[in-house]
Every structure is written in C-alpha cells, then in structure tokens.
C-alpha cells in the first residue's frame, strides 16, 4: 500500500478515534489507537527518531495551545475544575495524529507556508466544530469566538510544524 494512502487512513481512524472515545466517555480510546496509528507511522518513516522529535514538539505545541485556549473560555472539555481547561490525552493524540501527515500526506505543503496559514485557519476550526458536533468538547456558546480563537492558533502553529517538519537538522 503507498504510504501516503495508509497514512490518510491511519490519521481519519485516529482522528475518528480520538473524537468518538471522547464523545462517548471512553477517553483513552483515542490515545490507545493513537499508539497503534503511531507505532506503523514510525515504523515506515525513514527516520524515526527524527519523526518522534517532531511528534512530541507538536504534542507539547498542542497541549499548550488548547490548554491556554480553554483556560480563556474558547472551548471546554468535559470534566470538572481544571480538567474542563487543561487538554486531555486524547486531544494532545489529536495533534500527534496531525503531525504523522507532515512528512507523508501533507509533504505537499513544503514551504508553502502561506498555504498553510490558511489551511490552519480553515481547517482548524472545521476540525473543532466537528469534534464539537460529535460531543467531544464544548464550544463556547459564541461558537464564532470559539472558531476565531481556534483560527488564529491554527493560523501560527500549522506553518511552524511544516516548517518544524522539514527544516535542515544537523541531529538526524
């Protein structure tokens, strides 16, 4: 099977996983599917530890970005106290799943980081609202604030992975 094609379905099961455990209070789901997705993804990847690199940038990123975005009230996540603000597992598994695309489905978007300003700014917020809809998360009930604040978070850290993703590194 091509790489990009196993990785296209690898990413929709995670993401699907991710988002239906949650939706459906079986949190860990998405992050024990997430390490079968992941264990295949740096199985094919030429240079895996490379690879985890990035993955656990862009897990630290998304853990950051979605923690200071609920703690501001964008979104919540099901739980009570500081568990309704502070990202769970399965969501920081939603942003390794994401970043298992930049060396494969998404290499297309090598230097093209215009492109993915606005890649992030529209399919950011399409990804939340749908994990929204399924019940993963609560939007803020201005859903408009809650997709303009996921936009603008998207808009910074889609570029910066890409870069991330396929800058020069004397380590590897």
């Known amino acids: 099977m091509n790489l990009t094609v196993l990785n296209i379905v690898l990413s929709y099961l995670g993401w699907f996983a991710c ?10 789901l998405g992050p024990l ?3 079968l997705v992941l264990g295949v993804h740096l199985f094919f990847i ?7 690199r990035l993955l656990a940038v862009a897990g630290l990123l998304g853990f950051s970005l979605d923690t200071v975005q609920a703690a501001l009230g ?4 099901h739980g009570t106290g500081m568990s309704t603000w502070v990202s769970p ?3 920081v598994a939603l942003w390794l799943n994401f970043a298992t695309t930049l060396h494969t489905s998404l290499h297309w978007l090598t230097g093209r980081y215009p492109l993915a300003v606005i890649l ?7 990804s939340y609202y749908a994990g929204g809809q399924f019940g993963a998360l609560l939007l803020h009930p201005n859903v408009t604030l809650s997709m303009l604040t996921v936009a603008v978070a998207w808009g910074g ?4 992975l890409v870069w991330l ?6 380590r590897s």
Not at 46 to 52: D, K, V, Y
Not at 165 to 170: E, G, L
């Open 46 to 52: 030429p240079n895996a530890a490379r690879e985890a």
């Open 165 to 170: 993703a396929h800058r020069p590194d004397i």
């Open 74 to 77: 964008a979104f919540a996540f």
């Open 157 to 160: 850290a889609m570029p910066f």
């Open 19 to 28: 988002v239906w455990g949650a939706a459906t209070q079986r949190p860990l």
């Open 120 to 126: 992030g700014v529209i399919g950011g917020p399409l």
């Open 33 to 35: 599917v997430m390490l």
């Open 89 to 91: 597992p399965w969501m």
